[in-house]
């Protein structure tokens, strides 16, 4: 089989259309140098390709959202590529010499790409706060009991919430390099600064750079009704 089978590029898009149409986001400061990052409210452009098969017009939406964000961030990071394909496991797949993430709610896209010479990986997540339905629903699959008192006088709403992004984020930047699936119970985040910085410990053994006991710190922010974390590990 062809690599180019394995990852098939996604229809070509117009790079002047970035530039015209969207109405890029403000993001908070939760990226570090060389990281090129972009985001939007507008889940539908008439622009946008045909959607993929298989996928409903929400998920097709959001789909189609994070690629022209990525796209967007590929131009910014210097890239002459800006499609990014998509894996035998269904993760995108970024042109040579970049590594990336995407990321969607049912409100908002976003992409983060940096230079491979610069970065081992990117993790990106944004998540709405957690109604009384999610945290019905997830907060006691995704947190601990240790994750549930840290800090204590934190909102439970936005705690949840932050624990769970911080998850999606370690598992966005560490899977494309271990190319294991793990869950959030294989993780705990056992540190929250005031100072937007946050630290998750690996409880399980992910090869050799990724032991159990490993520690990965992030940054997050919490602005307009989203948490919002990245990972980035450097080189």
Same mark, same amino acid.
């Given at each position: ?19 015209? =149409?969207?109405? #890029? ?10 990281? %090129? *990052? /972009? &985001?939007? $409210? ?48 269904? =993760?995108?797949? #970024? ?10 709610? %049912? *409100? /908002? &896209?976003? $992409? ?124």
């Amino acid at each position: 089989m062809h690599s180019s089978d394995r990852h098939p590029k996604e229809p070509s898009i117009d790079p002047l259309a970035l530039s015209v =149409e969207e109405d #890029w986001l403000v993001l908070p400061p939760i990226f570090g140098p060389g990281v %090129h *990052a /972009r &985001a939007t $409210a507008n889940l539908f452009l008439p622009s946008d390709p045909p959607p993929r098969a298989g996928l409903s017009p929400k998920r097709a939406r959001e789909f189609a959202a994070g690629r022209r964000c990525a796209a967007r961030a590929l131009m910014d990071a210097g890239s002459r590529e800006v499609a990014v394909g998509v894996g035998a496991e269904k =993760e995108p797949s #970024w042109p040579a010499g970049f590594v990336g993430s995407i990321t969607h709610s %049912h *409100a /908002r &896209a976003g $992409a983060a790409v940096g230079s491979a010479s610069l970065l081992l990986g990117i993790g990106l997540d944004f998540e709405p706060l957690f109604d009384s339905d999610a945290m019905r629903d997830a907060a006691g699959v995704v947190m601990s009991e240790a994750e549930r008192v840290l800090p204590a006088d934190w909102p439970a709403q936005e705690l949840a919430t932050l624990v769970f992004s911080a998850k999606e984020s370690l598992y966005k930047c560490l899977n494309p390099l271990v190319r294991t699936f793990f869950e959030f119970a294989d993780v705990e985040v056992v540190e929250l600064s005031s100072r937007g910085f946050f630290r998750v410990r690996l409880l399980r053994d992910l090869g050799a750079l990724f032991g159990r006991g490993s520690l990965v710190e992030g940054r997050f922010a919490i602005a307009e009704g989203h948490v919002h974390t990245a990972i980035e590990l450097r080189r």
